[in-house]
Structures are given as C-alpha cells and as structure tokens.
C-alpha cells in the first residue's frame, strides 16, 4: 500500500511549445474517437488532453484500446471518428510526425543494421541535424553506449527495446507516445527508464505512457487515465485518484484500519484511543493504491 | 524527395544483405557456367539450303532460353524483394517506426520500389551481357537489337514488381509470394497457349494468349524482347523461329510500352490508395 502523504506533484505546464504552431495548443488531444475494427469496437468514444510537460499514464486491460489509442495518435491506425491532433495538427500530418517519437508495443528493428545505424536511419527520415553527437547521447542516456556497434540481430530483447527508447527520442520529440516501453527491462533498466521520463518531463516534453505496471506509473506519472473496453472508466491526477481510505493505527494488538477517516480526525482519535488505555505506537493515513483504484473500475471479464 | 532518396538508400542496403540475394548470385553463377558449357558442345550444322543461316537459329534459340532463365531469376529476385513491403513488414513490426517518421506513404513505397527495380535491373543487365557474350564467343552470334530485348527483359520485371507490392499491402510475406508467382505463371502459361494456338492454327487459343498478354503485361514485354533477338535477321530465320520455351517471340511494338506502363502506373496507383487506407 503506498502512502500519499508524499503525493506526486504534478509540475506546471511547460509553456516552451514549438513557436510554429498554436503555443496554447495540448501536446495530444482526443476528442470522442471512436474506432471500430469489423464487428469489434475498440474505441468508443474516448476523450483525452496531454498538456506538454505532463507524464500521463495510460492503463487498461489488455484489450481495452490502449494500443488503438496510441497507434491512432501516430497516424499509423485511421480512426472511424473523432478527432485526434497533436500540437494542433491531425494525428498523421506530416507537421504532427514531426513532433512524436514513437516505440510501438511490438517492434522489430533490421537484424542487420547496428544501433547507431538504426538510430542514423531515423536521424534521416526525421530530418535531425543531431549528427554523431545525437546519437551517441542517445545511446548514452538508455544505457547502450558500448553496444553501438552491435547488431540489432545478436542483441537480447532488453537491449533492443532500450534502443527502441532511443529511436523514440531521434530528433527531440515533444511528445512521446510509450507503448510498454519496459515489458522487457530489467529492472535496473526500469530505474532508468523512469529517471530518464523524470528528466524529459522537466525539459517539457509531453509524454503517454502505456503500461501494466502500476508501480511504475505510480512512481512517475502526474497523470492517469484508465480505459476499459474502449472507454475511459477514470481520469484524473494520480493524488485525486487516490482516494482517502482511512486511517491506520498500531496499537499493542497490531495495527486497526479506520476505514473512511481523515486526516483531521487523527488527533481526536489518538486521544480517545489513548484515554481508552490502549498505548498507540503509530499512525498513518492511509489512500487507495493505484492498484485498487485500478481494479475499482476495471470490470473484470464476465461481469 | 528526400524521404524517398533515404528510403531507397536503406532498401537497397536491404537487399545487398538479404541472403536470397546471396544464394541467387551463386545460382547465377552456376547457371552461367552451365550455359557456356552446353555452348561450347553446341554443334552447328551446315545449311542445308544455300543462303540460309541455319547457325543463327540455333543460336538465337540457345539465346532465347538464356533470356528466359534471365527474365525468370529477375522476377524472382524482384519479388523477392517486394512481397513483404506492407503487411509482411508491418505483422514483422519492422514498418511501424519507419512509417511514423515525417513522410507520406507514397515516398516510402517508390523508395522501395525504387530500390528493388533498381537491384533487378542491374542483376538482369549483368546476366544478360554474360549470355551474349558467352552466345558470341561460343557461337559466333549476338542479337542486334540487344539493347532493346535487355530493356523490355526488365521492364517486365519492373511491371512484376509494382504488382507484387500491391498485393503486398493485403497478403504476408510467403502467401504473396505464392500469389505473385502464380500470376507470373499464368503469364507463361499464357504464352505457351499462344504456342499452341499457332501450331494447330486456332484463333481461339489466339485469342485467349493475346487477353492474357493484356492481363499480364509482363509476359507480352517478355515475349516482345523475345522478337528483338531475331529482330533484324533474315526473313527466313525470322519466319521459321519461334523462340520458347514458354511464349513465342513477337514483336510487341509501342503497344506493349504503353499498355504496360498504363497497367504498371494504375497497379501504383492502387497500391498507394490501399496502402494509405491500411491500419497497421
Ligand atoms: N488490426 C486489428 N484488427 C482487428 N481488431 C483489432 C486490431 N487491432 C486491435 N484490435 C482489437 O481492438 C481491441 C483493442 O486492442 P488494443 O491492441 O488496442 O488493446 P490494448 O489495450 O493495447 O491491449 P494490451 O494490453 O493487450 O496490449 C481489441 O479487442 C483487439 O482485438
Ligand atoms: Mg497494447
């Protein structure tokens, strides 16, 4: 259970959006999409703002829409309705491509292409003028600098989604679109995976990160939005989602939950406690983890 | 423009590392050998009608079927490296990353089709100047109008291109693969009706072969280059040769350049509109 007396703060907006475009324009903005595959609706009208700067979480189970979703937002899927734009320009546009880095869900890079060669291939199609110096900073920051060279062919699973992350940021993205990014780090990786989110949070750039840890979007997302079966069940920062459950006690006898308490009761609790005989040893208030907010919502299948 | 310059740059690396490619060129190598070999225990025999070049028919056949193992390896490499430009790619998720970078769908397509053109053509340039070279060594024979059967030999293949990656956008890797070379050989099959239908003079069969030669635009550039191995020679020669050994030497004129790049040029078309609507 984690305690939100330590909630995360959600930063201010980075107002340093490209001059080109609408300044006030959202990094990503989904209004009502709606996508069906066949018979299948995999999207039904769903709403969702990521503001530059902002880390947004975006969970669900598997098959809710998560991938769709993010697919749509690079232009790779055409959506049946809605409208979806990125710094104000449609998802697909060459102008919006321009602004993404992507890492898609299930990739694979050219076996016979190296790290940096993967790296300068996309350092063409996305115009960068990074050069060596880019790429090896990339490299550097996803912890691959003695790999360069290596072939993607005869590297592990890990390694090729740390480059993955690397081509994301080809060309300084400003909004970055993560689907399971770290299904196949370590978790030293998973450490530097989040650090690196912290840091490209602070530089302002806008990130959607799809995942199934709840942990880990816990530890560095200011933003959450849950989706089940192509809806958005739950939305909202990550210390308004995580509701008040009460207030524990230790006492001799071991801790007692008082279920619905706030914070302002505690003190008058104490007291009645401690009148009461009992001698109290700790107090903590106590919110709903990420995790039960999660299950809260999420119906699971057949109900 | 640039976009279709690096995709084409990286596509052409593609197929340089590709091992098919690899194994083609030692197939090639072998077959080249082989044909210098059955060359050199060609007898030619005397005419026996004065004035007649008996000699050049036999080397124009020889010829002929050279042309034919070309025409088929260039298909084959063309396909090759086509059939997964789209789904294959994609279910790979090679395409993905590729496909979200700043540029249109369209500039990837010529980059890689481009490329693959660019790879087959060379490939058939090479085996083509060997076989005359190896034909007039040999033989004491080369074509005329080489150039011309050279350029038609890879048009052809070009034309097979642009349609295996249009089919590429629906079906996978190998089930394209398959799809591809059973349109090649409806083609062949085509020309041999052809064949048949001149020796037994039926116009139906005739007919059939010249609707097929419309669908199939590829086989009736093969069949035109075909004609300008024998192009120029003696009436007689040109009368009594009907170079195989699936279609028959024609001559396909203009009306073979134009009709295959109208087909090639809507088979693009239709590819870029599929691919455009296709989620990936
Ligand atoms: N290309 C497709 N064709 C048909 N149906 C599809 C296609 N892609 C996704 N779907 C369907 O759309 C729905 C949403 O799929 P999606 O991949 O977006 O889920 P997800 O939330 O990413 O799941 P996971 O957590 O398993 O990755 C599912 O019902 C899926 O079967
Ligand atoms: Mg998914």
């Given at each position: ?303 | ?42 007898h030619v025999p005397e005419s026996p009608f004065p004035g007649a070049k008996v000699d050049v028919s036999v080397a124009a056949t020889i010829l002929g ?48 089709l481009l490329a693959a053109v660019a790879v087959a053509v060379v490939y058939v340039a090479i085996v083509f100047t060997a076989s005359i070279a190896i034909?007039?060594a040999t033989l004491d024979w080369a074509p005329q109008h080489a150039l011309a059967a050279g350029l038609e030999i890879s048009a052809a293949i070009a ?122």
């Open positions: 259970m984690g305690l939100y007396s330590l909630a995360v703060v959600a930063p201010p907006n980075d107002p340093t959006v490209g001059a080109s475009e609408h300044a006030s324009a959202p990094a990503l903005s989904v209004r009502g999409l709606v996508k069906r595959f066949g018979k299948t609706d995999a999207l039904g009208g769903v709403e969702l703002e990521v503001e530059p700067g902002q880390l947004v979480g975006l969970l669900g189970p598997n098959g809710a829409g998560k991938s769709t979703l993010t697919k749509i937002a690079c232009g790779l899927v055409r959506p049946s309705g809605g409208k979806v734009e990125i710094f104000g320009a449609r998802a697909g546009s060459r102008q919006a491509c321009r602004a993404i880095g992507y890492l898609a869900e299930l990739f694979r890079y050219p076996s016979w292409l190296s790290a940096d060669e993967v790296l300068k291939l996309h350092q063409r199609l996305a115009g960068s003028s990074g050069g060596a110096e880019e790429r090896r900073r990339l490299l550097e920051r996803v912890g691959l600098s003695a790999a360069a060279d290596k072939r993607v062919g005869a590297m592990s699973k890990g390694m090729q989604q740390r480059l993955g992350v690397a081509q994301a940021l080809v060309g300084t993205p400003r909004l970055l679109l993560l689907d399971e990014p770290t299904s196949a780090l370590d978790p030293g990786g998973r450490r530097d995976m989040r650090l690196l989110l912290e840091e490209l949070r602070s530089e302002g750039v806008a990130v959607l990160l799809n995942s199934h840890l709840l942990s880990e979007v816990e530890l560095v997302c200011d933003h959450v939005v849950i989706v089940d079966r192509g809806q958005v069940v739950e939305s909202g920062p990550l210390e308004d989602l995580a509701r008040p459950r009460g207030v524990e006690v230790e006492l001799e006898q071991g801790s007692r939950l008082y279920e619905g308490m706030s914070r302002d009761e505690v003190p008058a609790l104490v007291e009645r406690l401690v009148a009461e005989g009992e001698r109290v040893f700790g107090v903590s208030v106590r919110a709903a983890t990420l995790e039960e907010v999660y299950l809260d919502v999420v119906t699971e299948d057949g109900e | 423009m640039r976009s279709t310059w690096v995709v084409f740059n990286y596509a052409l690396r593609e197929s340089l590392r590709r091992r098919v490619f690899h194994a083609g060129l030692v197939l090639t190598v072998v077959f080249l050998s082989l044909y210098a070999l059955g060359c050199s225990f060609v079927l050279a042309v034919f193992a070309t025409y088929f390896f260039g298909v084959s490499l063309a396909i090759f490296l086509t059939i997964s430009t789209v789904r294959g790619d994609a279910e790979q998720g090679v395409l993905q990353s590729l496909i979200v970078r700043p540029l249109a769908r369209w500039q990837f397509l010529l980059g890689r034909t007039s034309v097979v291109a642009v349609v295996s990656m249009l089919s590429s956008v629906y079906l996978s890797g190998v089930a394209n693969g398959i799809g591809v070379f059973m349109l090649f050989g409806a083609g062949l099959f085509g020309g041999l009706l052809g064949e048949i239908g001149d020796a037994l003079n039926s116009p139906k069969l005739e007919h059939t072969a010249t609707v097929i030669r419309y669908l199939a635009p590829f086989e009736w550039l093969y069949q035109s280059s075909l004609g300008r191995l024998i192009q120029g020679e003696g009436g007689f020669t040109r009368a009594a040769l009907r170079l195989g050994p699936f279609g028959g030497s024609i001559n396909g004129g203009t009306a073979v350049w134009l009709w295959s790049a109208a087909y090639a040029l809507v088979m693009a078309a239709a590819t870029v509109l599929a691919f455009s609507r296709r989620d990936l």
